[in-house]
């Protein structure tokens, strides 16, 4: 069921107007959860999904709420391994449109046992201004700010920006020259912070009283490396997804998770 928020969000007013009406499914007692957002392309190297795995699953862990966009890529990876019940996405669309169609499970996932939220009205369909103003969403949310890759002109940096106009911290991955061009360029600006040590990182921001873990079946089924053939076989459209998503990788036949 969508509904509308009918309370006032606090770190919202951080962005230049207020959303008129925002409406959402799932639980919103998450917005009162200390939260970090996590943004990246689409279409980034396996190390940054790695990465982006490992950074969220242990936030998530240590009771922090994920924040993101529900894109593909980045967005996703941070969502899954955070656990549907500790994310906040939030859509470009209308609410009832799952947009991309490519994350619409992890997407009704995440409305049954976490929050999606969105100031377009029902019908509103996928359009490239919808984007930059959910980006601000996104970043208004989070009390700081993690972009695990990004190239320059993306819509990645967007976000950079609100999170500098916000005075935001903003944190990035040390990639190699000629990767994740953008965010090796905030590093020499001293723009960004980077994250050497994940433990490290993620102690600066742990909750006294962490979130349980995730209860989700696939990945404890994948903590055993059953063979590719019976994992395809009990989670036909998980195993594809979670492989383009970098969460699981496939060797010599048998299923391994990436964190």
Avoid: W
């Amino acid at each position: 069921m969508i509904d509308t928020i009918k309370f006032h969000i606090p770190e919202l007013e951080q962005m230049r107007t207020y959303p008129e009406t925002l409406f959402y499914k799932g639980n919103t007692e998450l917005l009162k959860r200390k939260k970090v957002a996590i943004v990246g392309s689409r279409k980034p190297n396996q190390y940054a999904r790695e990465v982006t795995h490992n950074v969220a699953l242990k936030l998530s862990k240590s009771g922090l709420c994920i924040v993101s966009g529900g894109a593909f890529g980045i967005d996703a990876i941070a969502h899954k391994a955070a656990g549907v019940e500790n994310t906040i996405m939030v859509a470009a669309t209308g609410l009832d449109k799952r947009y991309p169609a490519i994350n619409k499970n992890i997407i009704k996932n995440i409305e049954e046992q976490g929050l999606v939220i969105s100031q377009f009205e029902e019908g509103t369909v996928s359009k490239k201004y919808n984007f930059p103003l959910r980006n601000e969403v996104v970043v208004a949310l989070g009390d700081i700010l993690i972009v695990t890759y990004a190239d320059f002109n993306s819509g990645t940096m967007r976000s950079v920006e609100y999170a500098k106009k916000m005075g935001k911290e903003i944190y990035v991955l040390p990639h190699r020259i000629g990767q994740s061009s953008a965010t090796n360029d905030l590093l020499q600006k001293q723009e960004a912070k980077a994250i050497y040590d994940i433990d490290v990182f993620v102690a600066q921001f742990s909750q006294s009283q962490p979130q349980k873990e995730s209860t989700d079946d696939f990945l404890k089924f994948c903590q055993s490396n059953p063979s590719y053939e019976s994992a395809l076989a009990k989670f036909p459209s998980r195993i594809f997804e979670a492989e383009l998503s970098g969460i699981i990788e496939i060797k010599n036949a048998k299923v391994y998770l990436t964190q």
